[in-house]
């Protein structure tokens, strides 16, 4: 893979991973984006869009948003907490340059990182479990 890709391990691929980010999360919001996130229990964040039609028609739009994001949350990632990450686009967001999307991400991320999180028991790894 490239060394500036976003490896599969870090990404939100499951529809069970988005399901659960809907139903119990902290949220985060912004003029362009919106961010929910959970605890993971994994020791690294992971990263899922959903940029829906609604933000924009226009395919190369909605793919213009997603890697401004993903390289956006590659340059924070060894810094945030180990979370499940949903972030979403306003449809604001569409018609923006950018530097103004990468600041409020990069503002979001800032955010994110500063959160204290508390691991439901069920997501923390046990001391005796020898794959962790």
């Not at 869009?49 to 739009?61: P, Q, W």
């Not at 590659?74 to 967001?93: F, W």
């Not at 991320?109 to 020898?130: E, F, G």
Request: proline content about 8%; glycine content about 8%.
């Amino acid at each position: 893979m490239h060394p500036a890709g976003l490896p599969r391990e870090l990404r939100l691929r499951l529809a069970g991973d988005f399901a659960a980010l809907r139903t119990s999360s902290g949220r985060l919001g912004g003029r362009c984006f919106h961010v929910r996130y959970r605890p993971n229990g994994l020791g690294h964040a992971r990263l899922g869009l959903a940029i829906s039609k609604r933000v924009s028609k226009r395919a190369v739009e909605r793919n213009r948003l997603k890697r401004l994001l993903r390289e956006s949350f590659r340059r924070i990632r060894d810094q945030l907490p180990p979370v499940d990450v949903v972030v979403m686009a306003r449809d604001v967001a569409a018609g923006l340059p950018g530097a103004e999307l990468l600041a409020e991400a990069d503002a979001l991320w800032q955010r994110l990182a500063a959160i204290r999180l508390v691991l439901p028991p069920a997501a923390a790894p046990a001391a005796s479990d020898p794959h962790h």
